[in-house]
């Protein structure tokens, strides 16, 4: 009885953590414009200065100055034309390759990813509107609820024991059926075709290799949690692993899919 009690101790707090969340993130994705904007700016930020402290514990200072860079070069770079957003966007990681005693190539990778996911949210919110921006977080959202439902009420067989050891094959699989099932909503509400529900799967897989080259940073440097800037959830990388995944995905194959479900 108390293993079962313990397996769910966590999960008042993180609900009521992730229900203020939402709340903030749908009114920032609604609201749109130079409000997103700052609020994804911000975000990827504090995930820069959250990986900072994980890869350089000693220095607080390098830590706000990085992820002081990386929130500016984001709010600059959504301003800009693609040509010169891209190495705007980049320059923070290469700053911080040469700042960095240690981890500098974590480093590098990472915060490249962080910051080009926040450009790729913002471009779907600017150029497709509400309504995507929507799909996209509830797809990221969908795979990790019913993935940590299903993974703690099913368990079974664990998908990577030894950097995750919470998550199973169990609760992966209906992640993507999760996936699946807002795919097929939006297909149906919005008349696109029923290869919504392929990507929507795709951007599922996508934003679990996000989570899962996370936690194998924090493995490598030795920390549970990012921070604890998010009450059960640690800190802003460990909640929005997931969507810097989904995020890469999309800008990157994003003109081969934008015709191709909506056919």
Avoid at 27 to 45: D, E, S
Avoid at 133 to 155: E, K, N, P, S
Wanted: aromatic letters at 10%.
């Amino acid at each position: 009885m108390s293993g079962a009690s313990e397996k769910w101790s966590d999960l008042a707090i993180r609900m009521g953590s992730g229900a203020a969340m939402v709340v903030l993130g749908l009114l920032g994705v609604w609201v749109g414009g130079h409000l997103f904007h700052v609020m994804v700016a911000l975000i990827c930020g504090l995930m820069v200065w959250e990986l900072v402290r994980m890869v350089h514990p000693d220095g607080p200072p390098v830590a706000l100055q990085l992820g002081g860079l990386a929130g500016a070069a984001t709010l600059v770079a959504i301003y800009l034309p693609p040509g010169f957003a891209l190495p705007v966007l980049l320059a923070p990681a290469l700053v911080g390759f040469g700042q960095l005693a240690a981890y500098r190539t974590i480093f590098m990778v990472f915060t490249g990813m962080v910051l080009l996911a926040g450009f790729g949210m913002m471009q779907v919110r600017d150029d497709m509107g509400f309504v995507w921006m929507l799909w996209l977080v509830l797809v990221v959202v969908a795979t990790d609820v019913v993935g940590y439902f299903a993974g703690r009420t099913i368990g079974g067989p664990k998908f990577w024991p030894r950097v995750s050891p919470k998550k199973t094959w169990a609760g992966t699989g209906f992640g993507w059926i999760g996936a699946a099932l807002v795919g097929y909503i939006f297909m149906s509400r919005t008349g696109v075709g029923p290869q919504l529900i392929g990507v929507s799967v795709a951007v599922s897989m996508a934003s679990q290799m996000g989570d899962i080259a996370e936690s194998a940073i924090k493995r490598r440097v030795g920390v549970k949690d990012s921070s604890n800037l998010i009450p059960g959830h640690g800190g802003l990388l460990d909640r929005f692993d997931g969507m810097l995944g989904a995020s890469v995905f999309l800008l990157i194959t994003g003109p081969i899919l934008t015709p191709g479900w909506l056919v």
